[in-house]
């Protein structure tokens, strides 16, 4: 059933005819949103910077919590979460949190080789490691780095379906960013 599609596109990578399947699915998903309200499962994982944010708070308890094999079979029965299902660990220091030096609201006034970095909610809450190792070779390579104001990107709520929620989070964040790209980074 298309509401069992994660929207991870191995299905249309694996076509052999080139049929983007995963974005039919994300399509019939957002036509079965018009009529039918989404699953409780859909409206909780397509919502990464909100449980991420809880999750980060109590990742010392959530952690154990989503590796305790009667805790993943109760989320399998209440959500549709397959009890086997790979669940990133939350990082109890958010990626933001650890760069707080660099984030800034406004463009600063010298950009040459400035880079503002839209580092997406895996790398916020899961993989902050992954974002200082994207700053490590940004700076290699001369760059100064800055985190301007961002939120999630939406593409979580998009492959459910939720595309008044995505058109939000796409709106924000053109907004916050629109003074980056109108200083020239």
Same mark, same amino acid.
């Given at each position: 059933?298309?509401t069992?599609?994660?929207g991870c596109?191995?299905?249309?990578?694996?076509?052999p005819?080139?049929v983007?399947?995963?974005?039919?699915?994300?399509?019939?998903?957002a036509? =079965? *949103?018009?009529?039918? +309200?989404? /699953?409780?499962?859909?409206?909780?994982i397509? @919502?990464?910077?909100?449980?991420?944010?809880? #999750?980060? =708070? *109590?990742a010392?308890? +959530?952690? /154990?919590?989503?590796?305790?094999?009667?805790a @993943?079979w109760a989320?399998e029965?209440?959500? #549709?979460i397959?009890?086997d299902a790979?669940?990133? /660990?939350?990082?109890?220091r958010?990626f933001?949190?650890r760069?707080?030096?660099?984030?800034t609201s406004?463009p600063?006034?010298?950009?040459?080789?400035?880079?503002?970095?839209?580092h997406?909610?895996?790398?916020?809450?899961?993989e902050p490691?992954l974002?200082?190792t994207a700053?490590?070779?940004?700076?290699k390579?001369?760059?100064?780095?800055?985190?301007p104001?961002?939120?999630?990107?939406?593409?979580?709520l998009q492959s459910?379906g939720?595309?008044?929620?995505a058109?939000?989070h796409?709106?924000?964040?053109?907004?916050?960013l629109?003074p980056?790209?109108?200083?020239?980074?």
């Amino acid at each position: 059933a298309v509401t069992w599609c994660s929207g991870c596109g191995t299905c249309t990578r694996v076509c052999p005819h080139g049929v983007a399947v995963a974005e039919i699915n994300i399509q019939a998903k957002a036509r =079965l *949103a018009e009529t039918h +309200a989404p /699953p409780l499962r859909d409206q909780i994982i397509s @919502r990464t910077e909100l449980y991420g944010f809880a #999750g980060s =708070l *109590a990742a010392p308890i +959530a952690n /154990p919590v989503l590796r305790f094999r009667p805790a @993943r079979w109760a989320m399998e029965k209440a959500l #549709g979460i397959d009890r086997d299902a790979p669940m990133p /660990p939350f990082a109890a220091r958010t990626f933001r949190a650890r760069q707080r030096s660099r984030c800034t609201s406004k463009p600063p006034a010298d950009v040459a080789r400035v880079v503002a970095y839209f580092h997406g909610c895996s790398t916020n809450y899961y993989e902050p490691d992954l974002g200082r190792t994207a700053i490590a070779v940004l700076e290699k390579l001369g760059c100064r780095v800055i985190l301007p104001p961002q939120r999630c990107c939406g593409l979580p709520l998009q492959s459910n379906g939720l595309f008044s929620a995505a058109r939000w989070h796409a709106s924000t964040n053109i907004r916050l960013l629109h003074p980056f790209v109108e200083a020239g980074i």
